[in-house]
């Protein structure tokens, strides 16, 4: 380490020698800068000529961009359709001909409607579950108009 320069890590100074015994930064003069807004321009303005002027300097890296606004929820956007076979005439007729078979006809109802068609057929198991849903809603309804026939029909009777 010399020990000419006072601070290692700054460039020397071209007349350091005759700066030895005090520090090498007291003696320099102000570096030329334009006046701020509202301040007198400052005496010892001038003395550097050959500076370049701070407008020429190697700007730094661009500014980074701001996000962009919020725009609000993203549009919808429906789900793909998955590639599934349909079934065609051929099959929804042996469908409904097997499904109109009493008790196998409810046992198949049942299979098809827990995914026993395969991924081919969502068709079929969609149709199964309305089947399914739509029978056991009549069965409710009709066993409530029974019960309430039914009582009514024994009022009749007992009254006569």
């Keep these: 380490m010399s020990t000419n320069q006072p601070n290692p ?4 100074y071209p007349n350091q020698s005759a700066y030895q015994g ?4 007291a003696s320099q003069p102000a570096p030329d800068m334009p006046p701020l807004p509202g301040q007198t321009a400052n005496a010892s303005q001038g003395q550097y000529t050959n500076q370049a002027p701070y407008t020429t300097q190697t700007p ?14 993203p549009q919808y956007q429906p789900a793909p359709v998955q590639s599934s076979g349909t079934t065609d005439l051929g099959g ?8 109109a078979i009493p008790i196998v006809g ?6 098809w409607a827990a995914g026993m068609g395969g991924e081919q057929h969502q068709d079929r ?8 849903i739509i029978g056991v809603a009549a069965a409710i309804i009709t066993i ?17």
């Design 92 to 99: 929804w007729i042996v469908t409904l001909i097997l499904s």
């Design 144 to 160: 409530i108009i029974i019960a309430a026939t039914g009582f009514s029909f024994s009022q009749i009777l007992n009254e006569s």
């Design 9 to 12: 890590g700054l460039p020397p």
């Design 125 to 132: 198991r969609n149709w199964a579950l309305a089947q399914i």
């Design 60 to 73: 730094g890296p661009a500014p980074q961009p701001y996000a962009p606004a919020y725009q609000g929820h």
């Design 22 to 25: 005090q520090s090498a930064y």
């Design 106 to 111: 409810f046992i198949l109802l049942i299979c």
